[in-house]
């Protein structure tokens, strides 16, 4: 992946949300969508255990992420109902899955499942990632007993390569697996995902080709 200054997207807009990086003063908002939903988080999100936390604590790891973001390490996006008024959950393109792909992450908060929204974030930043990063592969890793979140890869048009068995630590301390479904460019014309629409901007606002 090759970024510039305007670049990776600090904002992408969907038809029903709006994803930008996390400032720490999004701290006290992330904080009730995450706690809010923390039955939901907790079967498959390893952070979660982490919670509670104080608002300062939240901040500080929104600095954290806002951080990575601005150095180009990792891309972690709030993802704000389209006023900019509520957290509806989180996303991010990260680049832990080596050379030429990006891994795309993502929750929603419990009162906005069931609506369609992963499936439009994650497309969106299928469409960052390859439109605007070149990348050669976009990957989205679940746990097999998730099937919301698989279904989203599915929806989206990846293909499910494989399940690493025992691979990862669930939030419970136990070994779980991971899916990994996989898009590669050649394959992305002809995607669902292709067709998400979404509006990109950088850090100054202008809108990314």
């Not at 292709?194 to 809108?207: R, T, V």
């Amino acid at each position: 992946m090759t970024t510039t200054s305007s670049r990776p997207a600090y904002t992408v807009q969907t038809e029903h949300a709006l994803l930008r990086c996390w400032s720490p003063a999004d701290a006290a908002q992330a904080l009730r969508a995450i706690e809010s939903s923390l039955e939901h988080l907790l079967p498959w999100m390893e952070w979660a255990k982490r919670y509670p936390m104080s608002v300062m604590q939240q901040a500080m790891q929104l600095r954290r992420m806002r951080g990575l973001f601005d150095l180009g390490q990792d891309f972690a996006y709030a993802v704000f109902s389209r006023d900019n008024s509520e957290v509806l959950g989180g996303t991010g393109l990260h680049p832990r899955v080596g050379e030429g792909g990006l891994e795309i992450g993502y929750w929603i908060a419990a009162g906005h499942t069931g609506r369609g929204l992963a499936t439009e974030v994650a497309g969106a930043l299928t469409r960052v990632a390859f439109e605007l990063e070149g990348v050669r592969r976009v990957e989205i890793h679940c746990d097999p007993r998730n099937a919301r979140s698989a279904s989203v890869a599915r929806r989206l048009g990846f293909t499910h390569e494989g399940t690493l068995r025992q691979r990862l630590v669930a939030p419970d301390g136990s070994l779980r697996d991971t899916m990994i479904w996989t898009l590669l460019a050649a394959e992305y014309p002809g995607s669902h995902a292709a067709a998400i629409p979404f509006e990109a901007f950088d850090m100054l606002g202008q809108k990314l080709p």
